[in-house]
């Protein structure tokens, strides 16, 4: 398995602004499967195409295990690099049956061997039966799964996934989702999945580097980057937020309009914002909460429902988090309770 080293790595497109690309660093362990996670134009689509070789990089590196794949004095072309390719959509050849797609990347390997390989990554994307078909006779997820399997036929140290459920509806998203991590996984090939959906990058990477005008801001397992997010950008970007004035006391708790809060880390005393997820608020009595304030609007999701509350002594309201149905309506008062613990930033 080859861990990726991207260091330093610095791209523009012209001489005018800052550039697109401005010294980004990332490590992705062998194996594992990192998401790269960033609003439109923060230079995602640009980083994967100098992994990939169809771009130069201005300055920085790009390691795949041994080899240095771009670097100074050195740029190895794109069909050298071993890595594989899952394209947004429509990658399939589509006057291609889906077996020849799949073994197209396996030139120079004797008939038995390709036919063997092409079966077995058909088996791995749970597609056995379908070589015949056309790309046209299968669904969009099943395409997908298909361009996975092409992109691992030829056994690449590296796969790079470009948003690739992109073109799938929401229904079956999460499922193809886990289909393509699962073999990815069992592959044991390391991947980078680019994508500016916070929910896709959480739920299926082993870990998510957010990228912001062209840096990581943070590189993180899911769940440490949404429980301790490094900054109040990024607890913003990775999920909802609730930010608030806080000055912080010695004792390892901070005071805020909602009350005192348990912090995560004792920083001592000072001031600052304290960042919590609306789940850890929650609905109470007025009699028994320390903080209260009127619900302003409630949004019903189903799983769950969000609740806007205007806080006396807070600016911006809070939302809170609520799971099933929920009884409160805009206009009546209530108490307001946190539980756990929260984040400091300066
Ligand atoms: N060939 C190019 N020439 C000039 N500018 C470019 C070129 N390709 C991209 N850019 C600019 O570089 C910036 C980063 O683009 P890039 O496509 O890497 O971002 P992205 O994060 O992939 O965006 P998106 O999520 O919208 O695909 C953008 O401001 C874009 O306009």
Same mark, same amino acid.
């Given at each position: 398995m080859s861990d990726l080293r991207i260091e330093k790595?610095?791209?523009? @497109?012209?001489?005018?602004?800052?550039?697109?690309?401005?010294?980004?660093?990332?490590?992705?362990?062998?194996?594992?499967?990192?998401?790269?996670?960033?609003?439109?134009?923060?230079?995602? =689509? *640009?980083?994967?195409?100098?992994?990939?070789?169809?771009?130069?990089?201005?300055?920085?590196?790009? *390691?795949?295990?041994? +080899?240095?794949?771009?670097?100074?004095?050195?740029?190895?072309?794109?069909?050298?690099?071993?890595?594989?390719?899952?394209?947004?959509?429509?990658?399939?050849?589509? +006057?291609?049956?889906?077996?020849?797609?799949?073994?197209?990347g396996l030139k120079g390997v004797d008939r038995a061997e390709r036919r063997r390989r092409t079966d077995e990554m058909l088996e791995l994307v749970g597609l056995s039966g379908y070589g015949e078909r056309m790309p046209h006779e299968l669904s969009g997820g099943q395409?997908?799964?298909?361009?996975?399997?092409?992109?691992?036929?030829?056994?690449?140290?590296?796969?790079?996934?470009?948003?690739?459920?992109?073109a799938l509806d929401s229904a079956l998203r999460s499922g193809v989702r886990a289909d393509v991590r699962a073999a990815l996984s069992h592959s044991g090939a390391t991947a980078v999945l680019v994508t500016h959906d916070q929910q896709e990058a959480l739920s299926t990477a082993d870990v998510v580097a957010v990228v912001r005008e062209g840096r990581v801001a943070q590189c993180d397992t899911p769940q440490q980057l949404y429980r301790r997010p490094a900054d109040p950008w990024v607890a913003g970007f990775v999920g909802d937020a609730v930010l608030l004035p806080a000055t912080a006391r010695t004792n390892g708790t901070a005071e805020t309009a909602l009350g005192p809060v348990p912090l995560a880390e004792d920083t001592?005393?000072? =001031?600052?914002?304290?960042?919590?997820?609306?789940?850890?608020?929650?609905?109470a009595e007025p009699a028994s909460a320390v903080a +209260?304030? *009127?619900? =302003?609007?409630?949004?019903? @999701?189903? +799983?769950?429902?969000?609740?806007?509350?205007?806080?006396?002594?807070?600016?911006?309201?809070?939302?809170?988090?609520?799971?099933?149905?929920?009884?409160?309506?805009?206009?009546?008062? *209530?108490g307001i309770r946190v539980n756990g613990e929260a984040v400091l930033h300066p």
């Open positions: 790595l610095t791209k523009s @497109y012209g001489a005018e602004g800052p550039p697109v690309l401005d010294g980004l660093e990332l490590t992705v362990p062998g194996g594992a499967l990192a998401a790269v996670l960033g609003p439109s134009g923060c230079g995602k =689509t *640009t980083l994967l195409r100098i992994i990939a070789g169809f771009l130069r990089a201005d300055a920085g590196s790009v *390691t795949l295990g041994e +080899h240095v794949l771009s670097g100074p004095g050195v740029q190895v072309p794109p069909e050298r690099r071993r890595i594989g390719i899952v394209p947004q959509e429509g990658a399939l050849f589509p +006057h291609l049956r889906v077996d020849r797609n799949v073994a197209f395409q997908q799964r298909v361009a996975l399997a092409r992109a691992l036929a030829p056994r690449p140290a590296l796969v790079l996934l470009d948003e690739p459920f992109n001592g005393p000072g =001031t600052g914002t304290v960042l919590l997820r609306p789940e850890q608020l929650q609905l +209260h304030g *009127t619900v =302003t609007d409630v949004r019903f @999701y189903g +799983h769950d429902a969000m609740i806007t509350v205007t806080v006396e002594g807070l600016a911006d309201p809070v939302d809170i988090r609520a799971a099933g149905p929920v009884a409160v309506r805009p206009g009546e008062r *209530t």
